[in-house]
């Protein structure tokens, strides 16, 4: 009792002293709650969704995905013929079954061709409305669609759009383009995440979305009273035997939420790893603030001790506060996760993604994480300043506040942060050298972790001559006062390096990223460079995109065009000639001219020698795999089709990024084995202008693909800088979750300064005494700030330089063979490290700046 009496008195004695570190325990909990909160929320809001929408049963083609969504290659949904519902009907335990037909391949434009698309990654689906959607939906403006010429939407689609009822609305699918009038307004009675929907009239949806009136995409059915959806489903599979694909609900809802579970829990690993590095940036500031208040409680600790408190005691007592410490933090921190993952909620909307406070949803097990995290992570910390107050002798009572132990890095620690280097960097050498990218990668993680905690450990031993080199350069024109702030920078050598460490983490996945991105920035540029020919690349914009029949004949009508090609991906399976049959396969089908639009080297033959008829081209990799040459036969069964033996009259090499593993054959060979009907649609298209006409042929290309807002025109510049601007995208979106740390990492350097100004009180009174300037008292804290964040960001960068380069001659292995390294960046990241000093020391500046000389000069 006494222990925590003891231990109560110091922690809220030095309250203002543990603040920042609780800030620290605040931010990197919050940091966790919200991404469990924020991941959590979004799970049920799609529970809810896909518990919603599914019937009791679900009859399907075989070839629909167990989610149902449309993935035939020729555009068109998977059906089912329409006499498969009077068998359904006339099934035990069916109290109703209504056909349906929906489609996710369709682009929706309105009066002035703008897209109607979700901008935030969100489907859109159309359809025929029906009783299923009438359960989700509620109609609050007109009327559901009656005839070819009506189209309902959504509310919130209406809403972005500013569309009303009377509104012209046109979509395009792989059987034609149509157009009709909004005769309704629906909104969702769920919570709707983000897609677009709009509904049809049965005959409608069925002629403009599946090209046939006789089928179905689904057949909802609903179980009568006390029948279940298992003996449901039995019951309809006794009747329709294997030939359709049947799902109850439940897995239904369950193939849904398997669709969406890779990508949440992709996300929500990601920002934990994130929340992981901030936590271990935040054990460097909490070791610190231990560390220097046990040395500024020398004399007491050691009164204690000489009046009888034990070693056991003296631990115990730190130990709880620390634990005081980070069960304040932590609580604090589920509280400020909550309204983080409310924050994020809210930006999702803005994206486009809708998700209500009223599915928010807070697990047990993530306050509980939350707490459970900062706690261990801060006892943890504090251990070894615990195990130093421990060791503090009665004899320390007679000494003044701090060891002189604690001035410099022990021996022994200097030779592990070495060896531990050493191995980090051997092992980065090793990656570097390696053959193969698995176990390249293994050896880079290695050499990660290695290095990392080398530099953590040998950090004090660095501290002692990095910062004498860059005091140097920077303070010594600062006359005595930059002299003043290298050696308070270099007085306890163990401080700075712990405090540097801790920006340094944060800037060496700065600089590696920055590396990476570069390197795969100029990899590809040089490769679309050595390799495309063709000057115009149309895409669609959508994940999975298919190019429509009318816009490739758009694209074909553009003047000034000399060649125009079409690019397929026909799923096939291969009967090679050691017997083995490779399913899963996809052969690339394009035009002869494909040939000069992408100029990939080949290890055997002329890749224009595939597009002859019934010839292809295999990989070097599969060509290896299964003993396949030049002139060998291939039997290759096409999934829409029939079989075809196909010659091999190329074999591609596999030193390339682009179509890397492609096998290539010709439309029209392709074309004699698929039916036109089941042939799938273009996912690329390329087209070259005539000489002298680039400019004409590209403006004519955009003006004439006006009405597809789905797809992209782009010259070879457009998607050098469109790759370029991903790239920087995804490198902004990991810079941001970083900053997390970095703030952390610039509390840490807050915090040393503020405390090691109240342990230099005395001193400092001494300095304004003698005639120093509260100006040149701000102006010494100051400098030593931006010396220490300074020394962090060079061992930040150089560590992240070695990480980078590293990593780069593993992706050179899958074709990245360009190192690139973003200097300006790594200038500005140097630079405004600095920056991050002098802010860092705005407080603790002020504070000694404005001490009163004579309380000063009385501290003990």
Known sequence: MTVLKTSMRNFLAHKGRMALSAVAVLLSVAFVCGTLVFTDTMNTTFDKLFAATSSDVTVSAKGASDTGETTSRNGKPPVVPASVLPEVRKVDGVKSAEGTVFSTSVTVVDADKDGLSPTGGGPTIMGSWNDNDARTMKITSGAAPQGAGQVMVDADTADKHDLGLGDEVSWITAVGTFTAKISGIAEFTVTNPGAALFYLDLKTAQRSLAGASDVYTNVNVTAAPGVSDDLLKRNVLAELGGTYKVQTAKETAEANQKSVKGFMDVMKYAMLGFAGIAFLVGIFLIINTFSMLVAQRTREIGLMRAIGTSRTQMNRSVLIEALLLGVLGSVLGVGAGVGLAVGLMKL?????????????????????????????????????????????????????????????????????????????????????????????????????????????????????????????????????????????????????????????????????????????????????????????????????????????????????????????????????????????????????????????????????????????????????????????????????GGTARLTVRAITSDEVVIDKGAMYASISTVGRYVPADRMPLDVLVLASAEDGQEAAAYQGLKSALDGYPDLTVRDQTDYKEELKDQIGQLLNMVYGLLALAIVVAILGVVNTLALSVVERTREIGLMRAIGTSRRQIRRMIRLESVVIALFGALLGLGLGLGWGATAQKLLALEGMTVLDIPWPTIAGVFVGAAFVGLLAALVPAFRAARMNVLNAIATD
Not at 357 to 385: I, N
Not at 562 to 577: F, G, I, Q
Not at 626 to 634: A, D, E, Q, R
Request: glycine share 12%; hydrophobic share 45%.
């Open 348 to 640: 999702m909307g803005q994206m486009g993604m809708k998700l209500s406070t009223d599915d928010l949803t807070v697990a047990w097990t993530t306050p509980v994480v939350g707490v459970l995290l900062g706690v261990v992570v801060t006892v943890l910390a504090a251990y070894l300043p615990a195990r130093r107050a421990g060791r503090i002798s009665p004899m320390a009572a007679l000494r003044d506040a701090g060891t002189p132990a604690d001035a410099r890095a022990g021996g022994l620690r200097a030779v592990a942060g070495l060896v531990l280097t050493a191995a980090g960097c051997w092992s980065l050498y090793a990656a570097a050298g390696a053959d193969e990218a698995k176990a390249g990668s293994a050896w880079l993680g290695l050499g990660v972790v290695l290095t990392l905690i080398g530099f953590v450990v040998i950090g004090p031993l660095l501290a002692a001559g990095l910062v004498r080199v860059l005091a140097a350069g920077l303070l010594r024109g600062f006359g005595p006062i930059g002299r003043m702030a290298e050696r308070n920078a270099l007085r306890n050598p163990r401080r700075t390096g712990s405090t540097g460490a801790a920006l340094m983490i944060g800037l060496a996945l700065v600089a590696c990223l920055s590396v990476v991105g570069s390197s795969m920035v100029a990899s590809a540029t040089d490769q679309l460079d050595e390799t495309v020919g063709a000057d115009f690349i149309i895409q669609s914009g959508q994940e999975n995109g298919l190019i429509k029949p009318q816009a490739v004949q758009a694209v074909k009508d553009t003047p000034n065009l000399r060649t125009v090609t079409e690019y397929k991906v026909v799923d096939a399976s291969l009967t090679t000639p050691d017997g083995r049959v490779s399913k899963g396969e996809t052969i690339n089908a394009a035009d002869p001219s494909y040939a000069q639009d992408l100029r990939t080297e080949t290890v055997a033959g002329d890749l224009a020698d595939a597009y002859r008829p019934d010839s292809m081209s295999v990989s070097e990799g599969f060509a290896e795999e299964h003993g396949i040459k030049l002139g060998s036969t291939i039997a290759v069964h096409f999934e829409d």
